[in-house]
């Protein structure tokens, strides 16, 4: 199962072993003997939503370990695994319906509700990730840092979200394993593979690896003084292993409660001013409003924005990308503020009304009108 473009191969891997991760080892093991496959040899844990099956080798995103229920990554890894063996006639060799058929053998193994629910969450799990990096990394890389607690930052905001997003495209492979479109809730008590926690080294090397993808590895802007105690739950664990003072080169480590607000600020502006200039050059005309900025993206045009502008994997959630930054940057000159650190889409006005730029944007991106709400703050 691939996750949606963006990430790619992976940067890097760690080994697990029988005895460094028993369950998981387990897990795959008990689940390529369903199969009548032989097991990979080598398992390794890399920071990318997806799972990968090479010869010998099984690739496991820590994404789908941490977070998919113990069924679910058992069928993702099932469903890697007829493929590489494909060779041996356990599916078609390509084709339409190589899919299908793989579907079909695995929910022999696993259950056909445990493929289907894989299939949704693997997918909304790897949509969410990708645009936590690119939210709260992106900017952290590109004024050179690194959040050495991503990983538990990036699990809090995903228990504080609902599923935004729809995907219409995997109704078809539902429906053939459930006769419905609609996949049932998770049966209560099934939980993800037990990890033992991982090094913090290893945890927050991943985190770096991730951000010098979307940044520059140039030394950044002098560390600055971390801020009161704020309440984010993500940095505890991690707040001793942040270096105090600069690191000799590439990008430096940071925990998400340290992070000068400018940083965010600056991300939202300088966005805004690359949107609005590369909007003036599709127009041609030497001042652009937010109101011809959302006429582009209503044409379809959020991606191609996207890309003049120079941002990675324009296809992801384009639209967000674009409004986001936009609208925020305005907010933020009226005296909105963040509500919290891990959630800048929502802001809190002087007056303490709220406003959830998510909620507002989110629906443009499946085709829907602009909300009044976003119109007025555009206008």
């Known amino acids: 199962m691939k996750t949606a473009p963006g990430f790619g191969a992976a940067p890097a ?82 084709g339409t319906g190589a899919e299908a058929t793989a579907d079909a053998l695995v929910a022999q193994v696993v259950s056909p509700e445990s493929v289907a629910a894989a299939l ?57 394993l459930l006769g419905t479109p609609r996949v049932p809730a998770s ?47 993500t940095s505890a664990r991690f707040g001793k292993r942040a270096p105090a003072g600069s690191e000799p080169a590439g990008l430096r480590a940071v925990t998400f409660d340290a992070v000068d607000t400018a940083v965010w600020e600056d991300a939202a502006t300088q966005c805004a001013v690359l949107v609005r200039g590369v909007v003036a050059e599709m127009l041609g005309h030497p001042v652009v409003l937010a109101r011809d900025v959302l006429e582009l993206v209503r044409q379809g045009r959020a991606a191609a924005i996207l890309g003049a502008c120079g941002g990675q994997s324009p296809e992801l959630f384009p639209i967000s990308r674009i409004l986001v930054p936009l609208v925020s940057d305005v907010l933020r000159r009226r005296g909105y503020r963040p509500e919290h650190v891990l959630r800048q889409h929502v802001l809190v006005g002087p007056d303490f009304d709220r406003i959830d730029l998510d909620e507002l944007i989110d629906p443009l991106e499946r085709g829907a009108e602009p909300d009044r709400r976003l119109l007025a703050l555009l206008g």
């Not at 799990?125 to 930052?153: C, I, K, T």
């Open 120 to 176: 949704v969450h693997a997918s909304y799990l790897s949509l969410n990730f990708e645009r936590f990096v690119l939210q709260y990394v992106g900017p952290l890389a590109a004024a050179g840092w690194y959040p050495v607690d991503f990983w538990a930052a990036w699990r809090w905001r995903l228990g504080q979200e609902r599923e935004r997003f729809e995907l219409p495209e995997l109704a078809g492979r539902v429906t053939a």
């Open 187 to 233: 049966a209560p008590g099934v939980r993800p593979v037990p990890l033992r926690p991982l090094p913090v080294e290893v945890e927050a090397g991943f985190a770096k690896l991730l951000a010098e993808r979307l940044g520059s590895a140039a030394p950044g802007p002098v560390t600055p003084p971390p801020l009161p105690p704020a309440p984010c739950p």
């Open 13 to 94: 891997a760690v080994p697990i072993t029988a005895e460094s991760q028993p369950d998981l080892w387990l897990l795959v093991a008990d689940t390529a003997a369903r199969l009548g496959v032989p097991a990979p040899a080598e398992i390794d844990l890399y920071p990318v939503p997806e799972v990968v099956a090479l010869p010998g080798r099984l690739l496991l995103g820590l994404p789908y370990v941490l977070d998919l229920p113990a069924d679910e990554l058992a069928a993702v890894v099932a469903h890697e695994l007829v493929h590489l063996h494909a060779a041996s006639r356990l599916v078609p060799a390509g």
